[in-house]
């Protein structure tokens, strides 16, 4: 008996172990720059769970590795705050610097990559310490980071100086400054690492790097019908996990472009909310929700028919979102 015993506990526990990092709660976390808060909703029901108060101005948000917790970066009180998902509740909060934005996370957790726009740098934070474990200096207004895919790389955007950075993240030295459209804000790239994709707000485009040598390769422009070129302003973007779709928030055109990467060509255009910004698709793609911030709700659309299927009210000025499932 107590072999069987041992081994139907080893069973139930790693079914729960899966369960818990596998499946996910299903929930669905908005950060709202107005309310100072997180709104939670029920991924099938669309009700709001819960409300959880943050720091000042909410912004970027990530999931942990394990996803047991949620990042959230308060960029008016200059920290990361940490949400356990079990509890919904905020448990501790790291200091990242100055007016921080945006961030990304290393595979292993341990490391924090912040933009601090004021400041002009990406903070390095030690997750387990809550200390900074470097400060590298960038261009003015610093906002989009992303990580490659290896970790090897760290690419950043210089709202002011129209560039992407290109950093090592081992040496934390700058290997190249590319020139990219106006206004660059957030990446996709594709799961390679051979094309890196950035919006440009204000350029009304996305430009295309070439991974390898850190050049220049493409572009791709929008022109959603009814609406004049100053009010294409992409910033969110998204891409599939066989990287052969990006979705791209046009903010003020009040649309989303969907993409086919290896031809470059807009395959459609979804018309959304105000102001369309951060974006996310859920687990089987199936699902792009996107963040609508003037019309402070986010648009739930079906993937296969490019249709938008329901709008969901959240919170006030709504920022970025991110699907627990």
Avoid at 28 to 50: I, R
Avoid at 122 to 150: H, K, N, Q
Avoid at 239 to 256: E, P
Avoid at 283 to 296: F, H, M, Q
């Amino acid at each position: 008996m107590k072999p069987n015993i041992a081994a139907t506990l080893l069973l139930t526990t790693a079914l729960a172990s899966g369960a818990a990092y596998a499946k996910g709660t299903g929930y669905v976390f908005v950060s709202s720059e107005k309310d100072h808060a997180v709104t939670v909703l029920d991924g099938k029901s669309w009700q709001v769970v819960k409300t959880i108060a943050t720091g000042e101005r909410p912004r970027d948000m990530r999931l942990s590795p394990e996803r047991n917790e949620l990042y959230v970066v308060s960029s008016e009180d200059g920290r990361v705050d940490v949400i356990d998902i079990a509890q919904l509740k905020l448990t501790r909060s790291l200091p990242v610097g100055e007016d921080p934005e945006m961030f990304d996370l290393s595979a292993d957790g341990k490391r924090l990559y912040v933009t601090n726009e004021e400041d002009a740098q990406v903070s390095v934070i030690d997750v387990a310490s809550g200390t900074l474990a470097a400060a590298i200096e960038v261009g003015e207004e610093p906002e989009g980071v992303r990580l490659g895919p290896d970790g090897r790389r760290l690419y950043v955007t210089s709202e002011v100086a129209n560039m992407v950075h290109v950093i090592d993240t081992a040496s934390h030295e700058i290997l190249a400054n590319v020139v990219v459209g106006n206004r660059p804000r957030r990446f996709a790239i594709t799961p390679d690492g051979a094309e890196v994709w950035v919006t440009a707000e204000l350029g009304g485009q996305v430009t295309i790097l070439d991974g390898a040598n850190n050049t220049v390769k493409g572009a791709v422009t929008f022109t959603p019908k009814g609406f004049r070129a100053d009010d294409v302003t992409p910033v969110g973007i998204v891409m599939t996990r066989d990287g052969r779709t990006a979705y791209v928030t046009l903010g003020r055109a009040n649309h989303v472009a969907v993409v086919d990467v290896a031809s470059r060509k807009v395959e459609a255009m979804i018309l959304v909310g105000k102001r369309a910004w951060g974006a996310a698709l859920n687990r089987d793609e199936s699902r792009l929700l996107v963040v609508n911030g003037l019309s402070d709700d986010i648009s739930i659309v079906d993937t296969k028919s490019r249709k938008v299927l329901r709008s969901v009210p959240v919170g006030r000025v709504p920022h970025s979102v991110v699907v627990d499932d």
